[in-house]
């Protein structure tokens, strides 16, 4: 190996320790951003990433020349299509991508798919000059990673046997040795974003109930500790919203254990999907739902504890298959300073609270006069 391939995978290295590191999918991309118009110069590319909600592939860091990197769909990535990389090159009868905005006369193209198992996280696009691109797969910038051509199954790679690098056609000739970089980088980027992941679905696990999507008790009492900590420097509002599934028992006697499941779920994502983002709705017991307002006075509590419950109220009238038009909610409304300072204060203010819901009649709102 040359001293420009050892540098090469030295900073690889750099990058991967870096990288392996983050907390945020936001963090990669910085250590990402920062690395690879070193591992590339004279080139240029960009790493497009899928937001977890969203149908188009992003840029998310670019490097090199000035150029508008676009969004683009799946369908407009032909490294997408056939799920390994491809090459455009002068010369050649491949198809250029779509979403592929340059000249094959001036540039090789390499798309690469970050893809982990069934999933595709992203795509990797390099741009490589055509007249700095080697020739020659073991002399020169040709050894930059390994000599003698020795393959390296990527990202994106159908078979990763010898001959094939990342299901690319051919990885000898112009640009080979630029497409084993690309194509190691891609699998290490992809490696560390899926780490990433494992690491939120292990958190998620400590602090998430598995049934409904919410927030677990545990996080709900740790968070509202936490924010009654800023509230009492602050002086601002905090409300908490406590709420109980009226008649649950019959319910599952009536309906089953199934059936009692799918309406926790339902209730849990219809409550994550009709709160702020700066909300936190959690399961608080079997049938217990909590709701943490940050900046919300016992007024405005009420009301959105109202609104909800009408929201309810309507899918009982118009809710089509939804199993929550068969219940009706008892709920509770408690808010920092008026009804108590401290943790234990609050939790036992909206507990009365909910008590006299269900004493004067269930599915109603009780406290935040």
Same mark, same amino acid.
Request: hydrophobic share 40%; proline share 5%.
């Given at each position: 190996?040359?001293?420009?391939?050892?540098?090469?995978?030295?900073?690889?290295?750099?990058?991967?320790?870096?990288?392996?590191?983050?907390?945020?999918?936001?963090?990669?991309?910085?250590?990402?951003?920062?690395?690879?118009?070193?591992?590339?110069?004279?080139?240029?590319?960009?790493l497009?990433?899928?937001?977890?909600?969203?149908?188009?592939?992003?840029?998310a860091?670019?490097?090199?020349?000035e150029?508008?990197?676009?969004?683009?769909?799946?369908?407009?990535?032909?490294?997408?299509?056939?799920?390994?990389?491809?090459?455009?090159?002068?010369?050649?009868?491949?198809?250029?991508?779509?979403?592929?905005?340059?000249?094959?006369?001036?540039?090789?193209?390499?798309?690469i798919?970050m893809?982990?198992r069934?999933?595709?996280?992203?795509?990797?696009?390099?741009?490589?000059?055509?007249?700095?691109?080697?020739?020659?797969?073991?002399?020169?910038?040709?050894?930059?990673?390994?000599?003698?051509?020795?393959?390296?199954?990527?990202?994106?790679?159908?078979t990763?046997?010898?001959?094939?690098?990342?299901?690319? $056609?051919?990885?000898?000739?112009? *640009? =080979? @040795?630029e497409?084993? &970089?690309?194509?190691?980088?891609? #699998?290490?980027?992809?490696?560390i974003?899926?780490?990433?992941?494992?690491?939120?679905?292990?958190?998620d696990?400590?602090?998430?109930d598995?049934?409904?999507?919410?927030?677990?008790?545990?996080?709900l009492?740790?968070?509202?500790?936490?924010?009654?900590?800023?509230?009492?420097?602050?002086?601002?509002?905090?409300?908490?919203?406590?709420?109980?599934?009226?008649?649950?028992?019959?319910?599952?006697?009536?309906?089953?254990?199934?059936?009692?499941?799918?309406?926790?779920?339902?209730?849990?994502?219809?409550?994550?999907?009709?709160?702020?983002?700066? $909300?936190?709705?959690?399961?608080? *017991? =079997? @049938?217990?739902?909590? &709701?943490?307002?940050?900046?919300? #006075?016992?007024?405005?509590?009420?009301?959105?504890?109202?609104?909800?419950?009408?929201?309810?109220?309507?899918?009982?009238?118009?809710?089509?298959?939804?199993?929550?038009?068969r219940?009706?909610?008892?709920?509770?409304?408690?808010?920092?300073?008026?009804?108590?300072?401290?943790?234990?204060?609050?939790?036992?203010?909206v507990?009365?609270?909910?008590?006299?819901?269900?004493?004067?009649?269930?599915?109603?709102?009780?406290?935040?006069e």
């Amino acid at each position: 190996m040359t001293r420009k391939g050892e540098a090469d995978v030295r900073l690889l290295g750099r990058m991967a320790n870096l990288a392996i590191s983050c907390l945020t999918g936001e963090e990669v991309v910085a250590v990402a951003a920062r690395f690879l118009p070193q591992l590339f110069p004279g080139e240029s590319g960009a790493l497009f990433l899928r937001p977890a909600a969203g149908k188009e592939y992003e840029p998310a860091a670019s490097w090199g020349e000035e150029r508008a990197w676009r969004p683009f769909s799946g369908a407009d990535c032909w490294s997408l299509r056939r799920r390994r990389l491809h090459s455009v090159r002068q010369g050649k009868d491949q198809p250029l991508c779509p979403h592929a905005d340059h000249d094959p006369e001036r540039w090789i193209s390499l798309c690469i798919p970050m893809t982990a198992r069934e999933d595709v996280l992203g795509v990797f696009h390099v741009l490589i000059p055509v007249e700095e691109s080697s020739t020659d797969a073991g002399e020169g910038p040709g050894d930059r990673l390994l000599q003698g051509g020795s393959p390296i199954p990527a990202a994106g790679s159908e078979t990763g046997e010898a001959g094939e690098l990342g299901g690319s $056609d051919t990885y000898l000739g112009e *640009g =080979a @040795d630029e497409r084993r &970089l690309a194509a190691l980088t891609a #699998d290490i980027l992809t490696m560390i974003f899926v780490n990433l992941r494992l690491r939120r679905q292990i958190d998620d696990l400590a602090v998430r109930d598995a049934l409904t999507g919410c927030f677990n008790r545990r996080y709900l009492e740790d968070s509202l500790a936490r924010e009654l900590k800023v509230v009492q420097r602050t002086g601002r509002p905090l409300a908490v919203v406590l709420m109980d599934i009226d008649h649950f028992g019959r319910f599952t006697d009536a309906f089953g254990h199934g059936s009692s499941s799918l309406v926790l779920r339902e209730l849990g994502e219809f409550l994550r999907n009709n709160v702020r983002d700066v $909300d936190l709705s959690c399961r608080y *017991g =079997a @049938d217990e739902f909590a &709701l943490l307002f940050p900046d919300t #006075d016992p007024p405005g509590a009420r009301r959105r504890a109202e609104h909800l419950q009408a929201m309810l109220r309507d899918l009982s009238r118009h809710g089509g298959g939804s199993h929550l038009r068969r219940i009706t909610l008892s709920m509770g409304v408690a808010a920092y300073p008026d009804q108590g300072e401290t943790w234990g204060d609050l939790m036992e203010a909206v507990k009365a609270a909910l008590k006299r819901a269900k004493q004067t009649g269930r599915d109603r709102v009780c406290g935040g006069e």
